[in-house]
């Protein structure tokens, strides 16, 4: 299943939601990933650390989403507390992809990054490197 996740992050039994900020910390979009059909049937892991009183649930409507764009990311952490993880994205400014999926299952992906720096692992799959593009393998 880890192929069909938007984010290879966390857990796999765990939902997540995933805040994008500029440099100065200010929120640009908010995404979630992994939410089962019942958000109330989710279960907190036992090694995660204590939710804050009145902890916003990461399956926030696009609405609820869309209202965070704009603020800070210290409003975030207030409503959603600490994050359990964080990761610097790439720093190309652009780039070209293009979906390469062979069928139902396969989401492979063929992209370019003007700064050729590209990680070990993205889009649920291992990188290959071909010329100056990267192909996924998912």
């Given at each position: 299943?880890?192929?069909?996740?938007?984010?290879?992050?966390?857990?796999?039994?765990?939902?997540?939601?995933?805040?994008?900020?500029?440099?100065?910390?200010?929120?640009l979009s908010v995404d979630v990933d992994r939410l089962p059909a019942d958000p109330h049937a989710m279960s907190t892991s036992p090694t995660a650390p204590a939710a804050p009183a009145g902890r916003a649930h990461p399956g926030l409507d696009a609405a609820q989403r869309e209202a965070l764009v704009g603020r800070s990311i210290a409003d975030a952490r207030r409503l959603f507390g600490v994050p359990q993880g964080s990761r610097r994205l790439p720093?190309?400014?652009?780039?070209?992809?293009?979906?390469?999926?062979?069928?139902?299952?396969s989401w492979d992906v063929f992209f370019y990054w003007p700064t050729r720096d590209y990680p070990a692992h993205i889009y649920g799959g291992n990188v290959e490197r071909i010329g100056d593009w990267a192909y996924v393998h998912e």
């Open positions: 299943m880890r192929g069909l996740w938007k984010y290879p992050d966390g857990p796999p039994g765990n939902a997540i939601m995933v805040v994008f900020t500029d440099r100065d910390g200010t929120v720093t190309a400014p652009w780039k070209l992809r293009i979906d390469c999926g062979r069928g139902f299952l």
